[in-house]
């Protein structure tokens, strides 16, 4: 399994702290991989698996849940940072920000399959909300939308990180027998129109 990069958070960093990030990151995986359920694994074989002790463990990330939060925060949060404000004007003309989501998952398969049959959806919908809440921020800037605020927005993220997450969890059930374009065709099907006009609307 290809090492899963490390966190972008603390800057450039050590190389040693980000050698081992990356190698708890992706012993994390492997394990799960393996057909471990996340209830099942501990800290002292995702540490030996690693090549790490369980105090190089816990300093880096403190619980089995922050590592899998760190690998999906990383993953998503990098996609979002590199899309370009072009791309986020509403209303939207193609689904080129969906289909990119969707081809960013399809071609790291390897960490999204364990991730989601393995873990807790929990586990999963933490930090696909956190950055989901971060890129609405950058979306309502760069179309000078009103402020989006309190249960609205609440509700807004939740949803949006749900359907995420159920569509990758139905798509890596199915072994992702359909193209990324595909799924992220159905998902703006679902999501699309509904939620622009919600953003356009600000607090009315």
């Known amino acids: 399994m290809d090492a899963v990069l490390p966190s972008s ?40 698996h690693a090549g790490v002790t369980r105090k190089t463990f816990y ?4 619980s089995l849940e922050r590592v ?5 925060a990383d993953l998503l949060g ?10 986020l004007r509403l209303p939207r003309t193609d689904p080129a920000v969906t289909t990119l989501v969707f081809a960013v998952w399809d071609a790291h398969r390897e960490v999204l399959a364990p991730l989601l049959t393995q873990c807790p959806a929990g586990l999963f919908l933490a930090p696909v909300s956190e950055v989901a809440d971060r890129f609405l921020d950058r979306v309502l ?15 807004l993220i939740a ?16 072994d992702f027998s359909e193209p990324p374009e595909a799924v992220a065709a159905l998902m703006d099907r679902l999501l699309g129109d509904g ?6 609307a600000g607090a009315s």
Not at 78 to 87: I, R, S
Not at 195 to 200: D, G, H, K, P
């Open 159 to 174: 949803v949006v990180a749900s359907v995420m997450h159920g569509m990758l969890s139905v798509w890596v059930r199915r």
């Open 78 to 87: 990098a996609l979002v940072a590199d899309l370009d404000d072009d791309l």
């Open 59 to 62: 300093a880096r990330f403190g």
């Open 195 to 200: 939620v622009e006009r919600f953003l356009l």
């Open 9 to 48: 958070e603390q800057g450039p960093g050590d190389p040693r702290i980000l050698r081992s990030e990356a190698a708890i990151s992706s012993a994390l995986l492997a394990l799960l991989g393996e057909g471990l359920s996340f209830d099942a694994l501990t800290v002292s074989a995702v540490a030996e």
């Open 68 to 72: 899998v939060h760190r690998i999906v």
């Open 141 to 155: 800037a760069v179309n000078a939308a009103p402020a989006l605020e309190g249960a609205r927005r609440d509700y």
